[in-house]
């Protein structure tokens, strides 16, 4: 007989114990997987956007609230900055380029950015249909926007006041959709763009001395500036500077002893796992000596027995692998998007990575060790004996 079928069949002679395995070994797969696929993909994508942003400019309050309300649009701003005040104090030679935007409305949920075409060369974001907003209620409207919400080019819709979809319509000013960005799989699929006095106008305002803005994102000359701007900011009360990089650095760290337990604890799963595969043989062994004996009668070596044994248990660790993997592939596609919205996973279901293989080879490895043991007794057993007790 095949020893391959021979052990498929030995492992589903008790599904019960076979299926407890390797539901521990996808288990502690699962988890391991999908948090390093959310965390790599929210490194890429927010290094990607921390990127061509110096510092932020804005409202007094907190610099992490700050960052991610202006560049990754999953916080309320900390406030509004009068423009007058603001561009004087841009002038600064230590600085070399600005962007203002202007938040506070949405269109079913999507927030609403004013600012100036610029931003799309900053962000390497691109236009794949129509044009970039040039004229007032114009606007740009990223990949997820114009799939969930119908929109195409020279549609139209009305703007909420708010971040959630319902605040006061502003029903007299309709957009007119004149542009639809390539998807990027980040923050620039969820928002609408359109230009500051465009924002104005919504709230029947026009540019003049009270005019504001929500943040300025900035661009130094050289380094010297992340440190000489901020001293000169302090001494203003109603603005604060944040670093996107040193906040968001910031924000790992907070992160990291979470996400390190729950690695901890899928590794304590997977040794379970194993475990539980190394006591379901030892049980095993008691009850097919004979069958053991009887191969070994029709000419089975020690050693095949040795190996049946230990493919019962790579056996469990593959397919415990196999079905946490694909798991993993359907929760880390909705993981960071749920835990961060505007964010997803960049990683594909027909990628593999290097990290993921590793692991496959330690999960085999671990099914291995925890049928050694049992296959050496097994192999070790001396027909006289068994067929004399029998």
């Given at each position: 007989?095949?020893l ?7 492992v589903?002679?008790?599904?019960l114990?076979?299926?407890l395995?390797i539901l521990l ?6 988890i391991?997987l999908s948090?390093?696929s ?9 290094k990607?956007?921390?990127?061509g ?15 991610l309300?202006s ?6 701003p900390?406030?509004?900055i ?9 002038k600064?030679?230590?600085?070399k ?7 506070g ?5 999507y927030?609403i950015v004013?600012?100036?075409p610029?931003?799309?060369?900053w962000f390497k974001?691109?236009i794949e249909?129509g ?10 409207i990223g990949a997820?926007v ?5 929109l195409?080019?020279?549609g139209?819709?009305h ?7 319902e605040?006061?319509g ?6 007119n ?5 390539k998807?990027?799989?980040?923050v ?12 104005w ?7 003049d001395?009270?005019?504001?803005i929500?943040?300025s994102l900035?661009?130094?000359?050289n380094p ?11 001494k203003?009360?109603e603005?604060?500077v ?8 910031r924000?790992f760290?907070v992160?990291e002893?979470?996400?390190g ?11 379970i796992?194993s ?21 070994r ?5 020690r ?8 493919l019962e ?13 694909l798991f993993?592939?359907?929760i ?10 505007g964010?997803?996973?960049s990683?594909?279901w027909f990628?593999i990575?290097?990290?993921e ?8 490895l671990m ?24």
């Amino acid at each position: 007989m095949n020893l391959f079928y021979l052990v498929w069949k030995n492992v589903w002679k008790k599904p019960l114990a076979s299926l407890l395995s390797i539901l521990l070994f996808s288990l502690g797969t699962t988890i391991i997987l999908s948090i390093s696929s959310a965390q790599e993909s929210l490194k890429t994508q927010v290094k990607e956007s921390v990127q061509g942003v110096d510092m932020i400019l804005g409202a007094n309050g907190s610099p992490l609230q700050l960052v991610l309300s202006s560049l990754f649009h999953i916080d309320f701003p900390t406030g509004n900055i009068p423009l007058e005040k603001t561009e004087k104090l841009l002038k600064n030679p230590l600085i070399k380029e600005y962007l203002h935007i202007s938040i506070g409305d949405n269109y079913q949920g999507y927030r609403i950015v004013g600012t100036e075409p610029e931003f799309l060369d900053w962000f390497k974001a691109e236009i794949e249909f129509g044009k970039p907003w040039n004229m007032s209620f114009g606007a740009v409207i990223g990949a997820e926007v114009a799939q969930n919400m119908n929109l195409e080019l020279g549609g139209q819709f009305h703007s909420s006041h708010g971040f959630s979809g319902e605040g006061m319509g502003h029903d007299d000013h309709p957009f007119n959709v004149v542009g639809i960005l390539k998807e990027t799989g980040g923050v620039a699929d969820r928002l609408i763009f359109c230009s500051t006095e465009t924002v104005w106008n919504v709230h029947g305002k026009q540019r003049d001395a009270d005019s504001e803005i929500t943040a300025s994102l900035i661009r130094f000359r050289n380094p010297g500036g992340l440190v000489a701007f901020p001293r000169i900011v302090r001494k203003i009360p109603e603005f604060t500077v944040a670093s996107p990089a040193f906040e968001i650095n910031r924000l790992f760290l907070v992160f990291e002893p979470l996400i390190g337990f729950l690695k901890v604890l899928a590794w304590v799963i997977i040794i379970i796992s194993s475990l539980s595969i190394m006591f379901a043989l030892f049980n095993a062994l008691s009850e097919r000596v004979y069958e053991i004996s009887l191969m070994r009668v029709m000419g089975a070596s020690r050693r095949k027995v040795f190996l049946s044994l230990i493919l019962e248990g790579l056996y469990l660790a593959f397919f415990g692998f196999v079905a946490g993997f694909l798991f993993s592939k359907v929760i880390s596609q909705n993981l960071l998007a749920w835990v961060l919205p505007g964010f997803a996973s960049s990683g594909s279901w027909f990628e593999i990575s290097s990290f993921e293989i590793s692991l496959f080879v330690l999960v085999l490895l671990m099914g291995v060790v925890a049928a050694l043991i049992p296959a050496i007794i097994g192999a070790r057993k001396e027909i006289s004996r068994i067929l004399f007790s029998e």
